[in-house]
């Protein structure tokens, strides 16, 4: 039967077909065995198929299926007791869930608005963003997110938003790698502060290690410690996207953790139930929460937002991550595929270079490494890349916007060991082996 055109709307080519997936692997309907160095989405942390996951989702549909959200579930206390004893940073207690990413960043954006209003500060109604970022495919997040491709035929709509420069240290206008690169992106961000006026800012909203946008572009030592400091003297909220970085991907609990930051608000998605649900939150400060309800305001839920189903499932892939060490696992094991890579491929003609954190690993291939001049667009490199590679039996993640390419992101399940490695370094090697000339 003719399969095409049924998912994304639009006719496309045949779609890879899956058989199952059990845990780091993908089965396709030609038994061909796939490697899901992706993680699908960079989702899937803990890898696919675990039982105590099914059961759980199981005996939630059986004691509850469905109450409006604002009613309190035993599956929505357990998964507030479990990220509020295990996971959640202290000073971020407070706790909205949505089905999410890109909802959890609107809501998120809607409590950062509420809240500046509450204490009178009702022209504080513009939101920063970065020019290199993905929050999200809704109208306003497509809007907010410095993602060209993710975009094309919607920009008569699309609000344009202020936006900083992503700290890319490989890309620093000063030079690659400059020891001023730090410096250089507080700098944009003071001036971009001054040029909006900061009276008219509610919040900023930032990964703190780029996503698939940018290939995992972690910013210069110091960036965000010295970044909130400026925010904070201007009364300008930080809102951490944590949806690709969240819950464990990065080696910690949250990547903001890693530079020792504390956000006003934290969200976090796809690693939350790692693809067992569709699962999101926004995680706040009490004093964000609680002037919201002194002003008398109501931050509106969404239907699917605390589904029994979706709570029972992300209680119990935490409670996976914390029993089996996975967090940790994916720092090491993160660090050491990140290693293996960089000796093998970090000095090839078409690597400018290999970065990341824990198990959030990006690749960035040019033309040249010396200029760091970038393949034409029409190249279609990433694509190339990415084809080339599940030929080889793995499945990268094609990151980018268009007009920064062309990266191939790793996220995979913490739970790969030495032949996956090995199979992820056989597979870059066929892709890079064979790249167009142009
Ligand atoms: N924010 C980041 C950093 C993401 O990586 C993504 C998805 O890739 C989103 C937001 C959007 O999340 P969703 O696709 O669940 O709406």
Redesign the pocket.
């Known amino acids: 039967r003719n399969m095409t055109g049924i998912w994304p709307f639009v006719a496309a080519n045949a779609p890879t077909t899956l058989s199952h997936a059990q845990g780091a692997y993908l089965y396709l309907q030609n038994d061909r065995k796939i490697l899901d160095a992706a993680g699908g989405?960079?989702v899937a942390n803990i890898g696919h198929g675990r039982r105590e996951v099914a059961d759980a989702i199981h005996a939630a549909t059986m004691n509850a299926t469905y109450v409006v959200p604002p009613w309190l579930t035993p599956e929505r206390q357990g998964l507030v007791e479990e990220l509020r004893d295990h996971w959640l940073p202290q000073h971020l207690p407070c706790v909205h869930l949505c089905?999410?990413?890109?909802?959890?960043?609107e809501s998120a954006i809607k409590i950062a608005v509420q809240y500046q209003a509450a204490i009178g500060q009702p022209q504080r109604k513009l939101i920063l963003a970065r020019n290199l970022?993905?929050?999200?495919?809704?109208i306003s997040?497509a809007g907010l997110?410095g993602h060209a491709s993710r975009k094309r035929g919607l920009e008569s709509i699309l609000e344009q938003h202020p936006h900083i420069q992503t700290p890319y240290p490989l890309r620093c206008p000063l030079g690659p790698h400059h020891p001023d690169a730090c410096q250089y992106y507080l700098q944009d961000l003071e001036d971009t502060i001054q040029r909006v006026g900061s009276e008219n800012i509610a919040a900023l909203v930032a990964?703190p290690i780029n996503?698939?946008?940018g290939g995992a572009i972690t910013p210069p030592d110091g960036y965000w410690q010295r970044a909130q400091e400026i925010l904070q003297r201007h009364g300008i909220l930080l809102i951490m996207?944590?949806?690709?970085?969240g819950f464990g991907r990065t080696g910690v609990a949250f990547g903001s953790q890693l530079y020792s930051v504390q956000p006003d608000l934290l969200?976090a998605?796809?690693g939350l139930a790692g693809g067992y649900a569709?699962i999101?939150g926004v995680f706040g400060r009490e004093e964000i929460a609680n002037a919201i309800s002194a002003a008398g305001f109501n931050v509106m839920f969404h239907t699917f937002g605390a589904l029994p189903q979706s709570c029972a499932a992300a209680t119990a892939v935490l409670k996976i991550l914390r029993e089996e060490n996975l967090v940790q696992r994916a720092g090491v094991i993160g660090q050491h595929t990140l290693e293996r890579l960089q000796a093998s491929f970090g000095q090839h003609p078409n690597v400018a270079e290999i970065r990341g954190a824990g198990m959030l690993i990006g690749i960035e291939i040019v033309k040249d490494r010396n200029t760091l001049e970038r393949f034409d667009e029409s190249a279609r490199v990433t694509e190339h890349i990415a084809g080339a590679a599940l030929d080889a039996g793995v499945f990268f993640y094609p990151g980018g916007t268009g007009e920064y390419r062309d990266v191939i992101c790793i996220g995979a399940p913490f739970i790969i060991d030495e032949p996956e490695i090995e199979l992820m370094e056989t597979a870059l090697g066929a892709a890079l082996a064979n790249l167009p000339k142009g």
Do not use: I, P, Q, R
């Open positions: 989405a960079v089905s999410g990413g890109s909802e959890a960043n970022s993905y929050h999200g495919t809704t997040m997110s990964e996503g698939s946008s996207d944590e949806v690709m970085t969200v998605g796809k569709a999101a």
